[in-house]
């Protein structure tokens, strides 16, 4: 009997997510105001951390909106799944690429980054990738724009960063930038990556690595070496974070 009423449960909840999808993938108000909701929860964050990293970068942002010629070296800001959430907000003048997956989420994610002045390159490991990241790429490779790639997305395995980030990098000739976010005060979802939404009024640490760039020939052995550099820069930005 129990296991009837689990299956019914779980029958519902799944009608009902398939029912919000459909509703914000054919509503742009719905969308509008989930990115409204954003803004507003993002406002009350506190966030804190060393933006040093990419002060030349907000700069020369800043001088291309003035309509000023002012180029640097591209970055791929990378960070894990479960930690995106804050991390939008913090665009400011930064004009960014981000890959999202070709599904029916990825597309209202997509159209939701886009509400918050984003690029996107849809694609996933499973379909479109290798178009997504070159699609990126050719973005990227006059320096007025950067990318950002959760590294162990869409459907991880958790924590463990995917080649398609050093194809990018390596086409745009940018810089790896590895990325945490600390989120002192979050729901955590039951979902593969534990995904992480701040409370309001909580702090956000933000800590950004050395990063390194992909300059040799993408081999098996090469790119391992790079996922174990950036997973091993990653893990040491945030060490108590498992």
Not at 112 to 129: E, N
Not at 224 to 230: G, I, K, P, V
Request: aromatic share 8%.
């Amino acid at each position: 009997m129990n296991e009837h009423i689990a299956f019914a449960v779980k029958n519902k909840l799944a009608n009902l997510r398939r029912k919000i999808r459909d509703l914000f993938r054919s509503s742009d108000f719905c969308v509008n105001a989930l990115a409204a909701f954003y803004r507003l929860l993002c406002k009350t964050l506190r966030y804190s951390g060393n933006r040093e990293t990419i002060a030349e970068q907000d700069k020369a942002a800043k001088l291309r909106r003035q309509g000023q010629d002012a180029r640097c070296t591209p970055m791929v800001f990378c960070l894990w799944h479960d930690e995106l959430f804050p991390l939008i907000y913090l665009q400011q003048d930064l004009d960014i690429v981000c890959i999202v997956s070709g599904s029916k989420d990825g597309a209202i994610l997509e159209k939701f980054m886009q509400r918050l002045g984003l690029r996107t390159a849809t694609g996933s490991s499973r379909k479109g990738g290798l178009k997504a990241l070159l699609h990126a790429a050719k973005l990227m490779k006059d320096g007025t724009v950067h990318g950002c790639v959760t590294v162990d997305g869409p459907m991880g395995p958790r924590h463990r960063a995917k080649d398609g980030v050093f194809l990018l990098a390596h086409r745009a000739g940018a810089k790896i930038m590895p990325i945490r976010l600390d989120l002192k005060t979050s729901y955590k979802f039951s979902s593969w990556d534990r995904f992480q939404v701040p409370l309001p009024f909580s702090k956000v640490d933000v800590h950004f690595g050395e990063g390194f760039f992909v300059t040799e020939e993408l081999t098996e052995d090469y790119l391992a070496a790079c996922r174990e550099r950036l997973e091993k820069e990653l893990t040491e930005l945030l060490p108590h974070r498992p």
